[in-house]
Nanobody
């Protein structure tokens, strides 16, 4: 059974940083691409970042939504079945619930609030 558990959310000031983690279980983690999405109150769920499986060897293995390019970094640690989202230069508009995703499977989300 696939489980995705996010952590690391919280409060940050504009310009600050947070790192989210998603621990996966129930499948061969290294073989799957992993994604982060977010959903702000009253808005649709938005793609944030993805990282390809470890089997992907054709150039850049990460993608980002336009609103986070240059500020967020997605990485993975296959030994720990974990995908990370390093968020720098946070803005008020980054306030949302952040979800880890693999195909049709979603975690419960972790709230990020950016305010002064």
């Amino acid at each position: 059974q696939v489980h995705l558990v996010e952590s690391g959310g919280g409060w940050a000031q504009p310009g600050g940083s947070l790192t989210l983690s998603c621990v996966a279980s129930g499948f061969n983690f290294s073989r799957y691409s992993m994604n982060w999405f977010r959903q702000a109150t009253g808005k649709e769920r938005e793609f944030v970042a993805s990282i390809a499986s470890s089997e992907y060897t054709f150039g850049n293995n990460t993608r980002y939504g336009d609103s986070v390019k240059g500020r967020f970094t997605i990485t993975r640690d296959n030994a720990k079945n974990t995908v990370f989202l390093q968020m720098n230069c946070l803005k008020h508009e980054d306030t949302a619930k952040y979800y880890c995703n693999r195909n049709v499977f979603w975690g419960q989300g972790t709230q990020v609030t950016v305010s002064s």
